[in-house]
Nanobody
C-alpha cells in the first residue's frame, strides 16, 4: 500500500508564492507518474500538473508559466512551486501517483492540502 502525504498549503495574498510537497511511501515512486490536482468548492477536480519518471511535465493552461512541478526520486517527493498566485487558485490540492504506461494499474491519492489566495 502506498501513502501520499502532502504539506505546504496555507493562506497567501494574491501575487504570493507557495510550495507544496508530497512524499510517497513504498518503492514505486521512481517509476510512477506523479501529478497535482485541485478541487475548488462546487467544482470538479481538475488537473494542475503532471511529471513522469523521465522528468517530462505537463501543465493546465491556467497555471502554465506560474507553477512548476518537479520531483526528487532520492526523497520520494514531488513538489509544486506556485508563483503569482491568484484568488482563482484557491482550492484543495491533491497529490496523485499512478502507474506508467505498460505497468499494472495503480492509482493513489493524498488527503489534500488547502490553498487559499486572498485578493
Amino acid at each position: 500500500q502506498v501513502q501520499l502525504v502532502e504539506s505546504g498549503g496555507g493562506m497567501v495574498q494574491a501575487g504570493g508564492s507557495l510550495r507544496l510537497s508530497c512524499t510517497a511511501s513504498g518503492n514505486i515512486f521512481r517509476i510512477s507518474a506523479m501529478g497535482w490536482y485541485r478541487q475548488a468548492p462546487g467544482k470538479q477536480r481538475e488537473l494542475v500538473a503532471t511529471i513522469v519518471s523521465s522528468g517530462a511535465t505537463n501543465y493546465a493552461d491556467s497555471v502554465r508559466g506560474r507553477f512548476t512541478i518537479s520531483r526528487d526520486n532520492a526523497k520520494n517527493t514531488v513538489y509544486l512551486q506556485m508563483n503569482s498566485l491568484k484568488p482563482e487558485d484557491t482550492a484543495v490540492y491533491y497529490c496523485n501517483a499512478h502507474n506508467p504506461v505498460g505497468f499494472p494499474t495503480y492509482d493513489y491519492w493524498g488527503q489534500g492540502t488547502q490553498v487559499t489566495v486572498s485578493s
